[in-house]
T-cell receptor, first 115, second 114 residues
Framework: DTGVSQNPRHKITKRGQNVTFRCDPISEHNRLYWYRQTLGQGPEFLTYFQNEAQLEKSRLLSDRFSAERPKGSFSTLEIQRTEQGDSAMYLC?????????????FGPGTRLLVL | TQLLEQSPQFLSIQEGENLTVYCNSSSVFSSLQWYRQEPGEGPVLLVTVVTGGEVKKLKRLTFQFGDARKDSSLHITAAQPGDTGLYLCAGVNAGGTSYGKLTFGQGTILTVHP
């Protein structure tokens, strides 16, 4: 399978705990995006990387959130001191730019539930 | 702030009926994309429209991009239960450090009953 993979697929944690999610993009893609999606809503942009450089962060990404892509391949998203409002699906996407446009391929997501 | 408004938010129809989903933007994007998402999975790209007035067809799905490139529609003919899912429109940014960033509408949940 050469698609985008995310681990874990599901995470249940208690409020105040730290959690870390991993995203493995399609191997030749140099752009990697993180989105957050709450139930019944569209995904919201969080941050994105070009290779190992983090180029943009949404204001949704509070100080408790940090994302890394140390070698320009896989990426991690960490949430510190989780809150119940952090419960959501966290989606990762990677992209390559073809002749005319950029196509993002999404992973299956990590569903987080904060109790 | 760029916003995309989708309507309707929910759509419940019988197999064989036609339907249209609308996506309206407060600003112009470089292109607009439509995705379909099933429960527990990530969105899957259906189509990208780039040129104002563009019409693209994908089997029973017809996508239109408005002349001003601020609105789009998805029309499904003779809907089938397999069309059930969340349909999302997304505007694509083309400029600067936001290049490629997607701004999604809130989605339309479609249920097609056999």
């Amino acid at each position: 399978d050469t698609g985008v993979s995310q681990n874990p697929r599901h995470k249940i944690t208690k409020r105040g705990q730290n959690v870390t999610f991993r995203c493995d993009p399609i191997s030749e893609h140099n752009r990697l995006y993180w989105y957050r999606q709450t139930l019944g809503q569209g995904p919201e942009f969080l941050t994105y990387f070009q290779n190992e450089a983090q180029l943009e962060k949404s204001r949704l990404l509070s100080d408790r959130f940090s994302a890394e892509r140390p070698k320009g391949s896989f990426s991690t998203l960490e949430i510190q001191r989780t809150e119940q409002g952090d419960s959501a699906m966290y989606l990762c996407a990677s992209s390559s730019r073809d002749l005319h446009q950029e196509t993002q391929y999404f992973g299956p997501g990590t569903r987080l539930l904060v109790l | 702030t760029q916003l995309l408004e989708q309507s309707p938010q929910f759509l419940s129809i019988q197999e064989g009926e036609n339907l249209t989903v609308y996506c309206n933007s407060s600003s112009v994007f470089s292109s607009l994309q439509w995705y379909r998402q099933e429960p527990g999975e990530g969105p899957v790209l259906l189509v990208t429209v780039v040129t104002g007035g563009e019409v693209k067809k994908l089997k029973r799905l017809t996508f239109q991009f408005g002349d001003a490139r601020k609105d789009s529609s998805l029309h499904i003919t003779a809907a089938q239960p397999g069309d059930t899912g969340l349909y999302l429109c997304a505007g694509v940014n083309a400029g600067g450090t936001s290049y490629g960033k997607l701004t999604f509408g809130q989605g339309t949940i479609l249920t097609v009953h056999p």
